[in-house]
């Protein structure tokens, strides 16, 4: 039967053709649409400290939708955090009156974590002497990075 489209029933008899009822029309309800993919942005890229990301869905909003990540659990929330660093994430949007009504993907990438400086190396160019107890501190900066002494 066509969706979004009235229906006209009637009932007959088997043991006599002519006995017909009169039509009763019954309407069924047009298809329900998907919701639209959702669209978001990373708000927290990885850093040294915290190594993953956090992606905020910003559209579709409102209290009938659901949102997932990656194919995961669907949730109430437009705040998704501890996401892999390096890596591009699913985001789908479904509706809440029919579950089965699912956006099409968004996908949005989360930066690689990252990396520390490698260690300084270095030596020390005069030793303490009797006469020199002590070492002088420099202070060196090193390919953007301050090395301390």
Known sequence: MSAGASHAFRTRSTTDNTCVSSVTNISVNAAPTAPSAPSGSVTTQPTCAVPTG?????APLGAGFEYNVDGGT????????GLSAGASH?????STTDNTCVSSVTNISVNAAPTAPSAPSGSVTTQPTCAVPTVNRNDHRTAGCWIRI
Do not use: L
């Not at 956090?54 to 910003?58: K, P, S």
């Open 54 to 58: 956090t992606v905020t869905i910003t």
């Open 90 to 94: 699913a985001f789908r949007t479904r």
């Open 74 to 81: 669907y949730q109430a929330s437009t705040v998704f955090s």
